[in-house]
Each structure stands twice: as C-alpha cells, then as structure tokens.
C-alpha cells in the first residue's frame, strides 16, 4: 500500500498552491526549477526567489506579440527579469489592462539558451489554475530535496505533460429529476472529473432513445449570460432556445459544461471584458491577454454523452469545431441544427466576430 499522492493529485495540489501563491518545483530532465504565478505573486515571494538566482518570466507567444517580446520557442517567451524589476513590473507584463496607458514596456532582454521546457510546463499550471498565462522561474539544483525541504509540491515534467494535455475521465455522481419550464420530464445528471476540476452536467430532457440520434446541446458556461441575461453574448438565449426545442421534441440533452468565457474562466473573462471595453473585440481581447481564442475541451462533451449511452447526435450549434470533436471523439453528428437566437445591438459585432474569426456559421 502507497498513501504517495499520484501526478493527477499532485496536479490538482499544485493548482491550489499556485492560486494561493505558493510556488511549485518543477523537476525537467536535468533541469529543475521552482515556478510562481505572477498573478498571485507577493513582494516577498518574489524577494524570496530572487535569493535564490536568477529570475525569468514565462509568458505565452500571444502574450509576448502585444509586449513586442522575442520568442525563440514556438508558443513560449522567457524574459529575464532585470534587477530593477518590482511587483508592479511583473504584474504589468502578465496583465495588460494597463498597456494603453503605458505601451513601452520594453526593452526585454529575451532567453533563448537552454530549454524552454519547464517554461511551457509552468503556463500549462498556471492555465489550469485558471490564472493568467504568466509565470516566473529560478532555476533550483536538486527538485526532490528541495521540495522536501520547503514542504512544496513537486511535479514531474515527464509525468505531468500527458495528464495535462488530455481530458481527465469523468464519472457519474448524482442524478435526478428535475422538471422545468421547458419540460416536466427533465433529469439532471451530475460528472465529476478524476483530476479534481470542476464538475458538468448533463440535463436529459424526456427519455431520449439511445438507439437513435438525439438533438443535443453542447453549452459552456456563461455567467454573465445564462444567469444575469447579459446583452454582450448570445449564451443566456441559445440555453433557453435549446431547452425549448427539447421541450417542443420531447427528447433532449443539455451538456453543461463549466468550461466558463471559452475556458478561461470569469475572472479572465471579465478582464477580457475590459479590454473590450478599450475597443479590441473577442479574440483580440483572449489574446492580448495571452491566451488562445478558444481554450476549452470539448472531449468532455463525448465522454459524458458516451457515459449516459449515446452515439449519435444532431447538434444544436453554429460552431463547426464542435461538429469536428464530436466526429473526432467517436460521436456520430447526424445533422447540425442551427441555433441563431438573442442578436441584439450589444452582441452583433461579438457575433460578427465569431463568424468572421473563429468560422462560426450564420
Ligand atoms: N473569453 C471570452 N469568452 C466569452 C466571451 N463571450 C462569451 N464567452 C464565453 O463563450 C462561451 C460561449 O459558448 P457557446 O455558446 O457554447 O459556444 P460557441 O463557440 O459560440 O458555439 P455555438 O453557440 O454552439 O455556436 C461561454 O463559455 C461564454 O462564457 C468573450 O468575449 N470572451
Ligand atoms: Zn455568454
């Protein structure tokens, strides 16, 4: 018997840590350091860790183009950090709500001997920390005796890389019933994921025959629109539109999955809201920010469809991508069932956007 935490708990450990602002050890292959988020930083982590060596700030390439920041390793910059750097220079780096007051931040004295691996291990953290994608680096000699002496997590970059990259399975918690407006026979079902994030759901409307394609609904959470009618999106409409078609079918599933603002979650969001207000628009915003147009994943939606026994669907939506992961999942798309609903004068340019940078059909 081992009471040894496995990578995934040791993953799900670290994401608390680097909330909290504690650092992690990250263990590379004859390479180690000791890696922080910058939005979580303090003053005397970040002393701390300059008595350690030499700092650098990992950011992502999309992050690095708006900063004008070199990156010598694909998706990957590595900033030294200069000796007159203080809180405030790191925070300016990772968030950009203040870059158009303060545009030239540079010049940046850009790393690119060695390897960018740990560097890419600790955004990928950081990123399922739901952070934002910076964080900062002190290269450390021995990663075991190092975390054992600090009490600090230790992740293994070999181990830790595929568990990242792929979705966790997930399992049945709880179901029941729930009627609703749409319809009295609704069923709500509960999955919670092996690696400790966060839970989806699953509303089955009616009792949908398994053997046949069944009109579903792959929905990502949306706070600000499913639950306080926000103007800017269309969420808040496609979930009532779709729960009705359900309702009007008699047969149904809503996949709710808390994959909030494209996987970002809200507070990055609401900082992508921000910078929506100084004029960039939705992708430019995710961007800006350091992050991908679309950060979710969607394997989740098959997984969770496949646990309650279907394989074909007709999906509700306008966003190709889905159509492609479901097929890619092993989950038959029979027919794409447009959801246009909730245009409005704060959303059409939002969904201008969708259609012209991210292939959404009209
Ligand atoms: N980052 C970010 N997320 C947003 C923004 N507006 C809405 N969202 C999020 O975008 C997601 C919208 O989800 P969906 O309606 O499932 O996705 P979709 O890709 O538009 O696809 P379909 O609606 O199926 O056509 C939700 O997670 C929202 O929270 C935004 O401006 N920035
Ligand atoms: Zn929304």
């Known amino acids: 018997m081992s009471l040894m935490p496995t990578m995934i708990e040791l993953l799900a450990r670290a994401r608390v840590d680097l909330r909290m602002g504690l650092p992690v050890v990250l263990n590379g292959d004859g390479v180690a350091a000791l890696a922080i988020a910058s939005e979580s930083l303090s003053s005397q982590r970040l002393s701390d860790l300059r008595n350690l060596g030499a700092v650098s700030l990992a950011l992502t390439a999309r992050r690095a183009e708006t900063l004008k920041a070199l990156v010598y390793d694909d998706d990957i910059a590595r900033i030294a950090l200069p000796d007159s750097a203080d809180l405030n220079w790191v925070q300016a780096l990772a ?95 509960i999955f919670r994921p092996e690696d400790g994030n966060e839970e989806h759901y699953a509303i089955e409307i009616g009792r949908p025959d398994r053997n046949a394609p069944v009109l579903v609904r792959l929905h990502s959470a949306c706070f600000t629109g499913d639950v306080l009618g926000s103007l800017k999106c269309d969420c808040g409409p496609q979930l009532r539109g779709a729960l009705a ?68 669907v007709r999906l509700l939506t306008n966003n190709p991508k889905k159509i492609t992961m479901m097929e890619q999942t092993g989950i038959k798309v029979t027919e794409r069932v447009p959801l246009q609903v909730g245009e409005n004068d704060f959303n059409r340019g939002y969904l201008a956007t969708k259609a012209s940078k991210s292939g959404h059909m009209l």
């Not at 920390?129 to 600090?150: G, I, N, Q």
């Not at 900082?271 to 147009?293: C, I, K, M, P, W």
Request: net charge negative; proline share 5%.
């Open 245 to 312: 078609q359900m309702g009007t079918e008699g047969a149904g599933v809503l996949l709710y999955l808390n994959q909030e603002g494209r996987g970002i979650g809200l507070a990055n969001k609401m900082r992508a809201y921000s910078l929506q207000d100084q004029g960039f628009d939705t992708v430019e915003a995710n961007h800006r920010l350091g992050f991908e147009d679309d950060e979710r994943d969607f394997r989740l939606g098959s997984e969770i469809l496949r646990k309650l026994g279907f394989t074909q």
């Open 95 to 189: 968030d950009p709500a203040d870059d158009l007051n303060s545009p030239m931040k540079g010049p940046f004295h850009c790393l690119r001997d060695g390897d960018a691996g740990l560097h890419r291990l600790a955004i990928a953290l950081v990123k399922s920390a739901r952070l934002l994608p910076a964080a900062l680096l002190v290269s450390v000699t021995d990663a075991s005796a190092f975390a054992a002496e600090h009490g600090l997590t230790l992740i293994n970059q070999s181990a830790a890389l595929p568990l990242l990259d792929q979705s966790s399975p997930l399992h049945p918690v709880a179901a029941a019933r729930l009627p609703v407006e749409a319809a009295e026979a609704g069923r709500l079902h």
